[in-house]
């Protein structure tokens, strides 16, 4: 290949990246990523396509003025800054091997499309085949015209590199029989069309992944070879090692006197978790009362199945809403050695909170995201799942990574119920078909195994049950008392904090659980005011960044252990793995799930002889807009009123037969939701749901024949790109911010200000992940306007707020806090 031919260039030293080099080492890391799953050939394919485009005379010149080797004064030159994103050179590739092996038969015409997809695709995100209106882009893109792609111009240039090095050594013979015999093995017994094509459109997106995470690799570490080092290539300290960390850890427990009953469970869990490290890969349940020690008992699980079968990582899925920095330093302090000559040290265990960065990537940017290459990741529920089946590409890099893995979803009752048939089929999907397991945690299983219909249930093997119902039934240790303290005209604020006063006195210690960042703010400040509270009262929500909630944490946890009085009002995100222990705790009514991981909270450990768990029913806080705890709370009442006894004290009795009662109910007045409805009002504009989209997408093809007279000739139909489009976890898209909280915060965004390719950026934004707090778009537009946001570096993407509007108590704010005060900006 000509090797005037570029790429990109290091601005650094000027130095071009030539387009062959480019080709080769991007096919080099795609080949290694889908070797994973058994299409290494397919991965050559791809990397050596996929810039294929760029050969053209359109697209040099477009670099090479852009990259100011060309003169403006030259015939040449072209004014990049006006050409930005107007030139295509990701469709040419496709054409390629479109036209390559299109026609040529059934097995030819399947590897035809994914391989084009996939090509045309590294850039946006998967393409629409099919659009909502029945409209076939992908062939649309394929027959796109000569003027726009430059197909003829560069196949006469690099025709014979891509013919040496793929059809001469029969790559792309190879990478079509990977590919059918994949899909072939994908289906399973039970499988119908539509779950079928849903996996199908998995492993077309997984692809997609490898080929858009080796791409910006190989063009990070080329413009900016420094960052090369930190990275580690799946290169990681051995599972060996951690095992003897853990197990070092696991020695130094000492069982307290005190709560002998509880610790010698909370070993028998440990250990059952170790016996079942050897079975075979799958779907795991560890079903474990809260405070049974479950994070320390996955982790046990999970390291030695992942040495014992040679797995790739770990990976932690824990609920939005909840505090990802407890169990990750925890985990940390096990498995990172304090020698600052282990080599390791902070590269372990990462955390993965929010998405600082933009979708639309600079050069700058590309150093910075995150592709969980780590062996010991935490992660949110919102990034996982954005992971699998979010828009664009920044997300969409690391699903890669979930291949070989272990992935523990910790609190499994809090998926959400539109995501309950994407996330069955997509678990299946990565555990047989990606060689991963998965580990479902929690004290309250939801039943995904019992879901209809049958071919979108989660199979789990009785065997894999991690704890046995004896061993659980054993533990009848009673530990607090729930009551139900709800009234016909409701609690307000005033009666809650009068509630708190005689828990206080009783206990000394309140945790109470709101449904709302506002109630726990609104409570909060009701507290504050009360001399009862005064010194002792510490509010947690997520519009807390994570150090700050944390150091919040700490200094609860430092008062519970000297037995000090103290009160946190805290939303949901305190139940989800937070070991902490609390005399009492109050409750707002919400599904009978959450009511349990509440009573978690309280006598956690069984320092006290009984514990006190009190619902209340409040009058000034409103869920409507809140479907999930809506429709939870009535199912709890039903099953509620059903199970209580005839008495003026109603006390709930926490047992598995009203735990699957409720989630009977739940799961079944709710049947009609786990498929992700859209409506007519989404851009897809008409009635639908994403998992029809994303497989046999009946609307369209429908669509399709009326317009055509005929059904689409293409082997896959999906919408991928509409799908994408309307996909939320938390049905808001959010933005993450960086937030001036203590010296290391403000510290953090004046390295991010004042540094400039230094190298050092990439550690600084992992730090910054801590530092972090979630917007969605209407409160980031809000702060915005009201110059309360600046951007780190011009075009970084990378934003960070004005002091004024964080308060050291309550987190963020949308209005200002003390505007004479602290302002940085």
């Not at 090797?3 to 260039?9: E, S």
């Not at 107007?86 to 015409?109: P, T, V």
């Not at 409507?624 to 429709?631: A, H, Q």
Request: aromatic share 10%.
């Amino acid at each position: 290949m000509d090797d005037t031919l570029v790429a990109h260039l290091r601005e650094s030293d000027q130095t071009p990246q030539t387009l062959e080099a480019h080709l080769l080492g991007t096919a080099e890391i795609a080949r290694d990523f889908c070797s994973h799953v058994g299409l290494e050939n397919v991965g050559q394919v791809l990397g050596l396509l996929h810039d294929f485009g760029k050969a053209s005379q359109e697209c040099q010149n477009y670099l090479n003025s852009a990259f100011g080797i060309i003169d403006p004064d030259d015939l040449d030159y072209v004014d990049f800054d006006s050409m930005q994103g107007k030139i295509d050179h990701s469709s040419a590739g496709a054409q390629y091997i479109f036209q390559q092996l299109n026609g040529k038969g059934k097995c030819e015409n399947i590897a035809a499309q994914v391989l084009a997809l996939c090509i045309a695709s590294h850039h946006s995100g998967l393409i629409d085949c099919l659009s909502p209106e029945g409209e076939d882009k992908f062939s649309k893109r394929m027959n796109k015209e000569e003027e726009s792609t430059h197909f003829k111009e560069i196949s006469q240039k690099i025709g014979a590199f891509v013919y040496e090095k793929l059809e001469n050594q029969q790559v792309i013979e190879k990478s079509i029989n990977e590919l059918i015999d994949k899909f072939i093995s994908i289906k399973q017994i039970d499988d119908d069309n539509e779950t079928l094509q849903f996996k199908d459109g998995l492993l077309i997106r997984f692809l997609l992944s490898c080929l858009i995470d080796a791409d910006r690799l190989n063009t990070a570490d080329f413009e900016f070879p420094q960052n090369a080092v930190l990275r580690n290539y799946s290169r990681y300290i051995s599972w060996d090692i951690l095992i003897q960390r853990l197990n070092k850890k696991l020695l130094d427990f000492e069982i307290n006197p005190q709560n002998k009953k509880i610790d010698r469970f909370r070993k028998q869990v440990s250990d059952a978790c170790y016996q079942s490290h050897q079975r075979p890969k799958g779907v795991f349940q560890l079903n474990v009362p809260t405070g049974g020690g479950k994070t320390l008992a996955s982790l046990r699980f999970a390291l030695n199945h992942a040495c014992f079968h040679d797995m790739e990582r770990i990976i932690y899925v824990i609920p939005y809403t909840s505090i990802i920095d407890q169990n990750a330093d925890e985990v940390r302090k096990i498995l990172e050695e304090a020698d600052p000559s282990d080599g390791y040290k902070g590269k372990i265990v990462l955390e993965h909170h929010s998405n600082l960065t933009p979708e639309k990537e600079t050069t700058f940017q590309r150093i910075l995201a995150e592709n969980w290459d780590a062996p010991i990741v935490f992660t949110t529920q919102v990034q996982f799942f954005e992971t699998l089946f979010g828009s664009g590409t920044r997300n969409l890099r690391r699903m890669h990574q979930l291949a070989n893995s272990i992935i523990i979803f910790d609190e499994i009752q809090t998926i959400p119920i539109k995501c309950i048939h994407i996330f069955n089929k997509a678990v299946q999907f990565l555990v047989h078909d990606c060689g991963s397991s998965a580990v479902l945690c929690t004290a309250t299983q939801p039943l995904l195994n019992r879901i209809q219909p049958e071919n979108r249930a989660l199979k789990i093997l009785e065997e894999n049950q991690l704890v046995s119902s004896e061993l659980i039934k054993s533990f009848e240790i009673s530990r607090y008392q729930v009551f139900d303290l709800r009234k016909n005209d409701g609690w307000r604020d005033e009666e809650v904090s009068n509630l708190v006063d005689q828990e206080l006195d009783l206990n000394g210690s309140v945790l109470i659980i709101v449904n709302t960042k506002k109630s726990a703010r609104l409570l909060y400040e009701t507290l504050s005011e009360k001399e009862f509270c005064k010194g002792i009262v510490y509010h947690l929500s997520t519009n807390m960044c994570p150090a700050h909630r944390l150091k919040t944490l700490s200094a609860i946890k430092d008062k519970l252990n000297s037995k000090l009085p103290v009160v946190c009002v805290s939303t949901q995100l305190i139940e989800a793995g937070v070991d902490i222990d609390f005399g009492s705790v109050v409750r707002y009514f919400a599904g009978l799930d959450s009511i349990i991981q509440a009573a978690g909270r309280c006598n956690r450990h069984g320092n006290r002889e009984n514990g006190n768990v009190l619902i209340v029913n409040p009058v000034e806080e409103s869920i409507e807009k809140m479907p999930d705890i809506k429709k939870g709370a009535e199912s709890s009442d039903r099953v509620i009123r059903e199970f209580s006894k005839d008495s003026k004290i109603k006390i709930i009795e926490i047992n598995k037969n009203l735990i699957d009662q409720y989630y009977e109910y739940y799961f079944f007045d709710r049947k009609n939701e786990m498929n992700y409805h859209v409506g007519i009002h989404s851009s897809i504009g008409r009635d639908d749901n994403l998992f029809s989209i994303l497989s046999v997408n009946e609307t369209s093809q429908a669509e399709y024949v009326r317009i055509n007279d005929e059904k689409p000739k293409i082997p896959f139909k999906q919408s991928f790109k509409s799908a994408a489009k309307n996909f939320w976890v938390i049905d808001s898209c959010t933005r993450g911010v960086i937030v001036p909280f203590t010296d290391e915060g403000k510290n953090i965004i004046t390295d991010l200000c004042g540094s400039h390719y230094h190298g050092n950026e990439f550690l600084i934004l992992r730090i910054a992940q801590r530092y972090s707090v979630n917007l969605f778009e209407f409160e980031f537009e809000k702060l915005f306007q009201n110059s309360a946001i600046f951007e780190t570096q011009k075009d970084s993407g990378i934003f960070y707020l004005d002091a004024q509007y964080y308060s050291n108590q309550t987190g963020l704010n949308l209005n200002p806090i003390n505007p004479m005060e602290n302002c940085f900006s």
